[in-house]
């Protein structure tokens, strides 16, 4: 794996005076804080005060109060809203928070959801949803994570008497930006809004923030667990605000007062002792919500959260523990498949993007598929598979070095559709098409891209040259959530010396080492062999390693984390 440094940014003198003298920060913690763009004393200082920070208003968002005042002459008439949402963690919690925001704040209940089928209908707006809501009388569609590239779908509700309110978070394509919305709310079209990386329950929040302050009502800190589920399991940004929301909704999730929230957790093996952390979102419960939308219909997962019936909300969380069992069972299955083909096509000098089709594969799972081998091949990958309506439906991810979308518009003369961002897309095609896609986006990445691009890379905050303490790993617990835009910080230890090197089960090392006369522990997981012939007793490494602090029994432990290790 190839190290690289971000401690080459030159610091003028002033700056090194300020950081190091008046605010007494070592230059490891330095070299973290400018590394994310916190290169002043005020910007530090309002991270370390992140835990009473406020959001921006709503109303900075410039259709905010155009959409506030449609639903207010909405609600005064009694007409029918329906909420259009997607079928991912941030769909589903988007619908949920503005369905109980209106019937348990605003006491309106002519309000309903939709969720297109993954499978049957695909992902955003369509016309045969849109008529199906006209004939049961919907007169005001707000849509949640999709809309903002629905130009036709949504001058055909023109067309029908449905105006639209749009929040989304999706880049837009000014080609398809809808002229006929009623109001559109999105950060990345506003010129105002500050923070442009809100996921979509996180602009959909934004809306009910807007509605409570129109009307008066003090929310606090309510809704802030689902708005954390739905920005993590995203994997957005952690940017200012996405930081403040996922901090206070972790506490929030910690003692939610959902039902359906309280019973997931407990499905899951979550207790009420358990310090939920942006894990427990990413890798158990975010999976069981998804997996409704995966094998079945994500409004199971609507339903979880908005029901009362004790007896429903078992029935429902039961059912979505086995179903993301099945999840796994499938996705296990395509992975296999997948590899094996890649076994006989793959060539490590010429494919900079990986392509896979197969007409069997679930759609719902095929995006996992491409988030595993991804990261297996370092490549960015599209796993394909067909669509009911005919066409091939794509998941694609990425890797940090490629911007998927800027992919995606280079070759789009061969896609029927596509949306979402760097790291993550979806695309239809015809099947016919599949070669000219995966050829010509190959010709782009080769002309814009070195095979240096493709390998491996650890990026590294700061070498270690001072002792390191509690107090100052403690401040970088201001930092977190760790994630996209805000990454874990790793440091490098050089000339450490290995002392009393200990093996456990599931290929997990630890051992001391002594730097600079001081003993640290580090632990390493995932330990393959490669790895068990450098780490010995005697032997002397430079190690990449996150520092974390652990309690056990009471009592703080300092932890050296190893990323990597170089003899």
């Known amino acids: ?52 920070a406020h959001l921006d208003s709503p109303f900075l968002l410039e259709d905010m109060e155009k959409a506030v005042n449609r639903i207010e002459k909405a609600m005064r008439n009694k007409e029918k809203i329906v909420i259009y949402g997607d079928y991912d963690v941030d769909g589903v919690t988007a619908i949920v928070i503005l369905l109980n925001f209106f019937r348990e704040y605003l006491e309106y209940n002519n309000i309903d959801f939709y969720i297109p089928h993954r499978q049957e209908e695909g992902y955003g707006l369509n016309i045969e949803a849109i008529k199906i809501l006209k004939k049961h009388n919907t007169s005001l569609i707000i849509t949640v994570d999709c809309g903002i590239n629905a130009k036709e779908e949504i001058k055909y509700c023109s067309e029908l008497g449905i105006d639209v309110i749009i929040t989304d978070h999706h880049i837009p394509d000014e080609n398809k930006i809808p002229e006929n919305a009623f109001a559109i709310i999105n950060p990345r079209v506003s010129k105002k809004y500050p923070d442009k990386d809100l996921s979509g329950v996180g602009v959909a929040y934004k809306l009910l923030c807007g509605l409570a ?32 929301i996922i901090r206070r909704g972790l506490k929030k999730l910690r003692n939610t007062e959902n039902p359906g929230l309280i019973e997931l957790k407990n499905i899951a093996g979550i207790t009420n002792d358990t310090d939920i952390s942006t894990y427990h979102i990413g890798y158990i419960l975010g999976p069981r919500i998804n997996a409704a939308g995966r094998i079945e219909h994500a409004n199971q997962a609507v339903l979880l ?27 296990k299955k395509i992975e296999e498949e997948a590899i094996s083909q890649l076994n006989n096509t793959f060539r490590q000098d010429e494919d900079f993007i990986i392509t ?13 598929v491409a988030s595993r081998i991804a990261k297996q091949f370092n490549r960015p990958t599209f796993v394909m598979t067909k669509s009911e309506d005919g066409f091939v439906h794509g998941s694609g991810r990425s890797i940090p070095s490629v911007d998927l979308y800027d992919v995606l518009k280079n070759v789009d003369k061969y896609l029927i559709k596509y949306g979402g961002h760097k790291l993550a897309a979806g695309i239809s095609l015809k099947f016919e098409d599949i070669e000219n896609f995966k050829k010509h986006s190959n010709d782009y990445l080769k002309l814009t891209k070195n095979p240096e691009d493709f390998e491996p890379q650890l990026f590294i905050d700061a070498k270690i040259k001072e002792n390191i303490n509690f107090k100052d790993i403690k401040l970088l617990e201001k930092l977190k959530p760790w994630g996209v835009g805000n990454p874990e910080p790793v440091f490098v230890a050089e000339d450490v010396f290995i002392k009393e090197v200990k093996y456990y089960k599931n290929n997990t090392v630890k051992f001391y080492g002594i730097l600079k006369d001081r003993y640290y522990n580090f632990i390493l997981y995932n330990c393959c062999e490669e790895d068990k012939q450098k780490i010995h007793q005697g032997q002397i490494l430079n190690i990449a390693f996150t520092p974390i602090i652990n309690i056990w029994n009471g009592e703080e432990e300092m932890v050296f984390e190893v990323k990597d290790i170089q003899v």
Request: no cysteine.
């Open 356 to 368: 896979l089709y197969n007409e069997s594969w679930n759609a719902g799972i095929i995006g996992l």
């Open 305 to 331: 959260f908005i029901s009362k019936n004790l007896d429903e909300i078992k029935n429902i969380a039961q059912n979505l523990n086995l179903t993301n069992e099945e999840r796994k069972r499938q996705m």
């Open 1 to 52: 794996m190839k190290w690289v440094f971000l401690d080459n940014k030159v610091l003028d003198d002033d700056m090194l005076f300020n950081f190091k003298y008046k605010m007494r920060l070592p230059d490891y913690l330095v070299r973290v804080f400018v590394n994310r763009g916190l290169d002043s004393i005020n910007k530090i200082e309002k991270i370390f005060m992140i835990d009473e």
């Open 213 to 244: 302050e129109k009307k008066g009502i003090r929310i606090d800190d309510e809704f802030l667990d689902f708005v954390a589920l739905g920005t993590v399991a995203d994997i957005v940004p952690i940017s200012n605000e996405n930081r403040i």
